[in-house]
């Protein structure tokens, strides 16, 4: 019984498991404590940073910069998504092209995106939200096409017009696998952006401070960027699930 | 298509006045249809009469078309050739309802099971006023007591089921086709299952056309059942149940349902071990 209580708790084990095993590490010194400082350290450089400090600056900047690349996105990639769904034809054309690019680093375009917008936060959004974009492009369509058979069937015979299937079915029974494609393409539009921040002349960002505290040997400050940015990442992704249970609430069910 | 709902409480009467309905004017008449699909003939200039206001089971062997002959009937599949009229007319003129046997996959569950049944009168322009109405009429003539406000997913298999075939019904259908609605529930589900659909029918006195897959269902719910033959199918037999209704527990052990219930059973195994 109390066994059953406590189960909810098991997740903390992992995280506490870590702790002890990093303050083990870095106690006995078995690593260089220039290299790697204790969980204390770290959490301080993470407190004072965001607590008023540069890396409160930096994780807005990048939260901002991948808000931004993931809606632009999903406003192109969803209506995408579903034309190339909803006709085979169409995605038959289509698809080696979109899969091309998607198979494409994204990393790989960011010169051509410089010469497009120049160093500014335009070329980091739009590489991102194009790598981005493709992904939600090929889930979305996914979903379009993979709609239950009898249920169009359903809809067909209960006199639905062709347009109607494709608002009343397609489009909701693709939901499902639209946020899988917008939690890929959130993923993939963050790595996208922290990269460029730590390349691509920026002055600010998660990428950014990761970068300069590396230089500057500051490794306190360059680990607490790093769980920043794995804490974004790790919100994001759980922001769209919570958004795909309410929205979506009869997924997987 | 309305003077057909106005006629219905006669065609109803008339079924259960006189059991034996024989030479009725049919509702559906199906006239040389033929179905193959690849090199295999399913339909090769088939006829057949549905009589109208009777509940019609399909049987026969596994894969002889028992339900490409409704989804052909119900439009669901283009026939190679061949005509199906109902009082005359194109399936496109009339009302008809669908129950397939997939039900968690027929239903929309992003919708709440009394939307789900409201949906075909939205397909029909109905407004959502008179939507509310008519579906609420069903369901209290049916005297269904399931929580509506529920999803289709929170519901038992049964349930779900008996939210298709509502969906089916709130039309007021001239004809309901179930493709092996209860094949998907357990035993004790299906049970409670053909007695709802027998009141419903009894209720309502649409014709029905059911396929089925269990003989004992099919003779016991049918007022014929039509045993097919292996394809290219052919009418095998097409006999009357005579059976009063509503039918429980002891019609299945009555002599008379006995006899024509091991009489459905002769043909069938003639019919499988003609190949």
Redesign the interface.
Known sequence: MTAERLKPLLPAVGVAGLFVLWSVVTWQQWVDPVLLPSPIETAKALWSGLDGGAMGFDFVKTVYRTAASTAIAAVIGIPVGIALGASENVYRSLEFVIDFFRSTPASAMFPLFLVLFGVGDETKISVAAFGAALVIVFNVAYGVMNA????L??A?????SRL?VLF??ML?ES?PQTFVGLRNGVSLALVIIVVAEMFIGSQDGLGHSVFEAQQLFDMPRMYAAIFAAGALGYGLNLLFILAERRF???SG? | MNALQVLRPHTRGELTATPETVGKRPHVTIRGLSKRFGSTTIYDRFDLDIPRGELVSVFGPNGCGKSTLINMI???IPPDAGQILFDGRRLEEIK?G?V?Q?YR??????LRAFDNIA??LK??HVDSAERRKRTEKLVAHLGVKIDLNL?P?QMSGGQQQLVSIM?ALVVQPEILFLDEPFSALDYEMTLFMREQLQRIFLETGTTTVLVSHDLEEAVFLADRVLLLSRHPALVADFPLIAAARPRTDATLSDAEFVRIKAHCLEVFQREVRRA
């Open positions: 239950r058979k009898t249920r069937l359903a067909k015979v209960m006199g639905a109607r009343d079915v909701l939901l979506v609430h009869w069910k | 119900a439009g669901l008809f669908y397939f997939n996959e027929a239903l929309f569950p992003w949906y075909p397909m029909m999803y997913y969906r």
